[in-house]
């Protein structure tokens, strides 16, 4: 199946210096952002239970829920959190009281949900994320920044902080055409040259060697010519895919971590073989 991106999408104007400015913080070393093109592909599921198979393997983790007004770590997690990050924010506790423990060893710092305020970058939101992700980055060997769907200024702002980005993505057509429009983005306004792919709810093996196959012809046709010579092609890397699997839905509504409900299944044995590929 080819896929060929929407005619808004190809190509796109570039942002104006402003508005690429305004969506670029400083990136920093052990964060990966974790995003998606499109909600509803497991965004959130992935990012916890990497995060668990990592902290298997005796690294200090946290998840950050950067998906700030419509955060569902907590649910995902079965946490109910008396402290978020909108009380950091706000000055009622501090970040070591809202930094909790979760099941599968690793830390969270959850965001809560609804919270129309931070639904827009401001320059004051977009200060206290930067200061408290540079704050609380060198306690962990990881962190991962669980971001929203989508390419808003708040996502990209969050993204813009990480080192490296993974994009989480289905075989679904909208799927894949939203992922192309988050990568181009990407590249277009923060100069990212490695993105690591996950594909998620894969129906037979090797379909997710397919989907990075079909993006990454997308970009060489549509981004990677529009891009100066001196900086470099955008360069796709699959870091997994995972299959569909009736295990995940049983754990998502119990609210358990598949590694700890069921670390055996085909599911949890590629998220724990993504979690190894994960850059240090």
Excluded: C, W
């Amino acid at each position: 199946m080819s896929l060929a991106p929407p005619a808004d999408l190809t190509p796109a104007a570039a942002p104006s210096p402003t508005a690429a400015a305004a969506a670029v913080g400083t990136p920093m070393p052990h964060i990966m952002a974790i995003t998606s093109g499109k909600g509803g592909v497991g965004k959130t599921f992935v990012a916890a239970n990497l995060a668990a198979a990592l902290a298997r393997g005796g690294r200090r983790v946290l998840v950050l829920d950067a998906d700030l007004g419509l955060a569902n770590l907590d649910v995902v997690l079965n946490l109910y959190p008396k402290i978020t990050l909108h009380d950091v924010f706000t000055g009622k506790h501090t970040l070591d009281e809202a930094i909790l423990p979760a099941p599968g060893g690793f830390s969270v710092l959850l965001a809560g949900s609804g919270m129309v305020e931070y639904s827009r970058m401001t320059p004051e939101v977009r200060d206290q994320l930067q200061a408290l992700v540079a704050k609380v980055s060198p306690r962990f060997d990881h962190v991962l920044l669980d971001t929203g769907a989508g390419i808003s200024d708040v996502v990209l702002y969050t993204v813009s902080l990480a080192a490296e980005v993974l994009v989480v993505v289905t075989p679904e057509p909208t799927s894949l055409t939203d992922a192309y429009a988050t990568i181009k983005v990407l590249a277009t306004t923060q100069g990212r040259r490695r993105v690591h792919l996950l594909v998620n709810q894969v129906r037979k093996p090797g379909e997710g060697r397919t989907v990075r196959a079909q993006l990454q012809q997308v970009v060489d046709r549509y981004v990677n010519p529009t891009l100066e010579t001196r900086t470099g092609a955008v360069r796709l890397e699959l870091l997994g895919e995972v299959p569909t699997d009736p295990a995940v839905r049983e754990a998502v509504l119990r609210r358990q971590l598949l590694l700890e409900a069921m670390p055996g299944t085909a599911a949890a044995v590629a998220l724990v073989n993504a979690a190894v590929r994960m850059p240090a």
